[in-house]
């Protein structure tokens, strides 16, 4: 196959890059750098094809393509804040570029939509059916609301365009290429561990979370990317739920770190509660996580470890993105 895939230079999207490669696949990499780094596409390979560029802009790519998996979007919570303008047009004008190219293409389209479009959830654990409980006007509104609109407009294109549209809603996922001052809970706890700076827990810490490794996530990816006429949409991610608290006293274990812990207020809208319900997954993409979060915390500790030297630690505004 040939795939476009937008936000291939960041952490999802190079490791999906990385496996559609791996497999044969032809890979067209679309991404302005805003969060990407093109060293994550390291070393150039046969078949892949990098263009800098804004997926906002109409997308001018030659030659037949079968699919798009559509991840190009500010994550990180210190990022879509930062940027709030940029994020909202991004999930807005920039997934209808994806859309219109795929219809023209008439190639298959994966939207990385987000769990965060539940929002604070008043259902536990959150099924597909649920709703959400999102503040449009509160601080991850930006973000939450994009990937909301994204939603839609992709179902849209689906209903009466006649595009082969799929959602996937990502729960937070971690692993190596997760940038140390990206700001989401695990990369943030190993970026303090490692340089033996306070970890910071907002709120008592015994808000949840459930965290999904990212090569179990690129194989969800994969095979919705694959089932064709499948629209979802489908939750990806882990359902084991840990405690903050849990998972830095996990990281300090494993880091061996002697950082003490800091307690600060919790952020406005901060979801108390996070955990999938995957059995749509399991049913229709035949697809659950096979990582342990010991593992995938232990590979990415290491990752961490030969990086966090030069890269900055800004401390997030916000502790944890979707
Ligand atoms: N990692 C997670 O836990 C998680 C959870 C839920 C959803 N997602 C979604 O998965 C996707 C990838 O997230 P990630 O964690 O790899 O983040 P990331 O920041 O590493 O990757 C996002 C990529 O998109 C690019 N990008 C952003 N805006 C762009 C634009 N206007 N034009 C072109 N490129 C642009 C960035 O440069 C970056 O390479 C995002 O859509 C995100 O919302 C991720």
């Known amino acids: 196959m040939r795939i476009l895939v937008t936000g291939g230079a960041g952490f999802l999207g190079s ?6 490669l791996a497999r044969g696949d032809d890979v067209v990499v679309l991404d302005d750098m805003s969060t990407g780094n093109p060293a994550n596409l390291l070393p150039p390979r046969p078949g892949l094809t990098i263009v800098d560029a804004d997926v906002r802009a109409p ?7 079968d699919a798009v998996a559509h ?43 987000t769990s965060e479009v539940y929002g604070d ?15 449009s006007v509160g601080p991850r509104a930006v973000y939450d609301e994009a990937k909301r609109y994204a939603e839609a407009l992709t179902t849209a294109f689906g209903d ?17 290429r997760l940038r140390p001052e990206d700001g989401r809970v695990v990369s943030n706890f190993i970026a303090q561990a490692l340089a033996e700076r306070p970890l910071t827990i907002y709120g008592d810490g015994t808000q949840t979370r459930s965290l999904c490794y990212v090569d179990d996530l690129v194989r969800g990816l994969i095979a919705m990317i694959d089932a064709r006429g499948e629209r979802g ?13 849990s998972i830095a006293d996990l990281v300090l274990r494993l880091t061996g770190s002697s950082s003490r812990l ?12 996070r955990r999938p319900d995957i059995t749509r997954a399991a049913e229709r993409l035949d697809w659950q996580p096979r990582t342990s979060v010991v593992n995938g915390i232990g590979r990415t500790i290491a990752w961490q470890r030969g990086n966090h030297r030069t890269a900055p630690i800004r401390p997030a505004t916000i502790p944890l993105a979707s």
Do not use: C
């Open 15 to 20: 490791h999906l890059t990385d496996a559609l």
């Open 59 to 65: 997308l001018l790519l030659d030659g037949p393509f």
């Open 71 to 113: 991840l190009a979007s500010p994550a990180s919570p210190p990022e879509y804040l930062r940027r709030p303008v940029f994020t909202l047009t991004t999930g807005a004008l920039g997934t209808q570029q994806v859309l219109e190219f795929a219809a023209r293409k008439n190639a298959r389209v994966v939207l990385a939509s």
């Open 121 to 135: 959830p008043e259902v536990h654990p959150q099924t597909e059916n649920y709703w959400g409980n999102v503040n």
């Open 160 to 176: 009466s365009q006649g595009v082969d549209t799929g959602i996937v809603r990502i729960f937070n996922t971690y692993g190596p």
């Open 233 to 245: 949409p489908i939750n990806l991610g882990n359902p084991v739920e840990m405690s903050v608290r």
């Open 262 to 273: 800091e307690w600060l207020p919790l952020p406005t809208d901060d979801p108390v509660r």
